[in-house]
């Protein structure tokens, strides 16, 4: 089993819907949680970056913690077609030293925003 | 302006040779990082440096090689051990000190000729 679990989609949805996105994890040493959005052929770009429990938001983006059912979503508001890319859910231990700030990577999932 | 490029965007590789990706940033920051992604998979990690002249094994080191003279460059080498190349490869960035997540270049797609 992964570390990290994350259904690969697609998730097709109408413009304008709420997208809600979800990582489950096994290992409860991750203290620091990020989501990624990465277009086609490109690399990942840093959408948000929140530390234990808790809910964090940025504009159109919610980014939820619930660490007693390792669980975390992010929600996208108001989506668009430029929404439309792989979400990737990363996580990390507490921990500098060990393994060099090692991030663990679910495998993404795939939205697709239809006008 | 600041980021991390990485060279060539497309890599083909013939049998038995090995070939060189290139990464370099002006974020001035510690440590750097190198993942492989194949699809469904998420990223994995090859090798990191959290130093010049220091680098360590990833998950997946195995028929990889690199090199941290630099501050801002760290190349990945991978070589004829590695039988299965093809893979999108994406390097990246942090500040070590702190917790600070990482920042990702635009990737090298490599294919095996």
């Known amino acids: 089993q992964k570390e990290v679990e994350q259904d690969p989609g697609p998730l097709s949805v109408p413009e304008g819907a709420i997208v809600s996105l979800n990582c489950t994890y096994s290992n409860s040493a991750f203290q620091y949680f990020m989501w990624y959005r990465q277009y086609s052929r490109k690399g990942p770009e840093l959408l948000m970056y929140t530390y234990s429990s808790g809910n964090k938001e940025d504009g159109r983006f919610t980014a939820q913690v619930d660490k007693s059912s390792k669980y975390i979503s992010l929600f996208i508001r108001d989506s668009q077609p430029s929404d439309s890319a792989t979400y990737l859910c990363?996580?990390?231990?507490?921990?500098?030293?060990?393994?060099?700030?090692?991030?663990?990577f679910g495998g993404g999932t795939r939205v697709l925003v239809k006008p | 302006d600041g980021g991390i490029t990485q060279s060539p965007k497309y890599l083909f590789r013939k049998e038995g040779q090995n070939v060189t990706l290139s990464c370099e940033q002006n974020l001035n920051h510690d440590a750097m990082y190198w993942y492989r992604q194949d699809p469904g998979q998420g990223l994995r990690l090859i090798y990191y440096?959290?130093?010049?002249?220091?680098?360590q094994k990833g998950d997946i080191a195995e028929g990889y090689s690199v090199s941290r003279e630099k501050k801002e460059s760290f190349p990945l080498t991978v070589t004829s051990a590695q039988k299965n190349p093809t893979a999108f490869y994406l390097c990246?960035?942090?500040?070590?000190?702190?917790?600070?997540?990482?920042?990702f270049g635009p990737g090298t797609r490599l294919l095996v000729l």
């Open positions: 440096s959290q130093i010049v002249n220091d680098f």
């Open positions: 990363a996580m990390k231990g507490r921990s500098v030293k060990a393994a060099g700030n090692k991030l663990t």
């Open positions: 990246a960035s942090s500040i070590v000190a702190g917790l600070e997540t990482q920042y």
